[in-house]
């Protein structure tokens, strides 16, 4: 695609068609869904690849196909689009109710706050919460994200950032695994024994490895997963050991889902913090959801990053 192509000019029409042939892969649903004749899908397509100087679209046997261009454009038009949309409903709704958009990484979202929305919603039933997920930072400025929630140490220059946890990462697994003979075995022999389960993008198995004064080449083995929340799914259902920070694992101890074998911990200093632009701090709805945050973790001990140790674990 040309750095020379941009969207002045470009009807907004041509994009929606577009994004509708992209997501089925089939002009003629694209035009059933748009309410528009098969050709005009053609035509609008076929003008769109002219103004990018791009083919967007491969025709196989087994029919369509996006090009490499094609799939990317596809991903920013649906991403503008769904913007688009959001604006447009948030500017219809009345003036009693707002909404909220909350950012924040998939396994903390499925871990800690999905289980408990609930709660923030009853309090606070005038804001309509938003909760989105991803695998990496969102960028703030120029979004519709009130607040996103980062792990790290704080360090976002440009932006209004306030520590919501302090972390610690320890392994867990299914009390079937912590059976009496397990507990009579040195840490390093019952690790060698299990199935190791490893988020693929962090070596947080070797870290607490060392932390723990053990062998970090016990961290050679395992199944790899591109989500935490995948590795602690395996390890509530029996399929071995996985390593997370504390405030991800809180819950599953406290419901008997999972066990914490034992008390070393791996500590550098990170945590879990709450990351906003200056206009969007002052706004009453995140001043709310940091609030009802904080008190929510700090009321059943996730904000402290600590935990209690299973009977008979090392320390």
Known sequence: ??????????????????????????????????????GAVSRQIKALEERLREPLFRRGPRGLRLTEAGDLLADYVRRGLDQLETGLMRIGQPRSRTTLVVNAPRTFAMRVLAPRIDDFVRHHPWIDVR??????????????????????????????????????MFPVCAPRLWTPQARSLPMAE???????????????????????????????????????????????????????????????????????????????????????????AGRSTVRAFASWLRRSLHDDGRGRGDDGTAAGADS
């Open 1 to 38: 695609m040309s750095p020379g192509n941009g969207v002045a000019g470009l009807p907004l029409a041509s994009l929606r068609i577009f994004d509708a042939a992209a997501r089925h892969l089939n002009m003629g649903r694209a035009a059933a869904e748009l309410g528009i004749t098969q």
């Open 131 to 168: 909760l989105e997920s991803h695998r990496y930072f969102v960028q703030l400025h120029g979004s519709d994200v009130d607040v996103a929630i980062r792990m790290g140490n704080g360090d976002w220059p440009g932006h209004v950032v306030e520590p919501l946890t302090q972390e610690v």
């Open 190 to 280: 019952f690790l060698s024994r299990q199935t190791l389960l490893h988020y693929a993008e962090r070596p947080h198995w070797t870290n607490w490895l060392r932390a723990a004064g053990l062998d970090p080449a016990l961290a050679a083995s395992g199944p790899r997963f591109d989500e935490t929340a995948l590795a602690l799914a395996a390890a509530e259902a029996g399929q071995g050991l996985a390593v997370a920070w504390g405030v991800l694992l809180h819950q599953a101890i406290a419901e008997g889902r999972l066990i914490r074998p034992f008390a070393a911990v791996m500590d550098d200093g990170t945590g879990y913090h709450l990351v906003m632009t200056e206009i969007a």
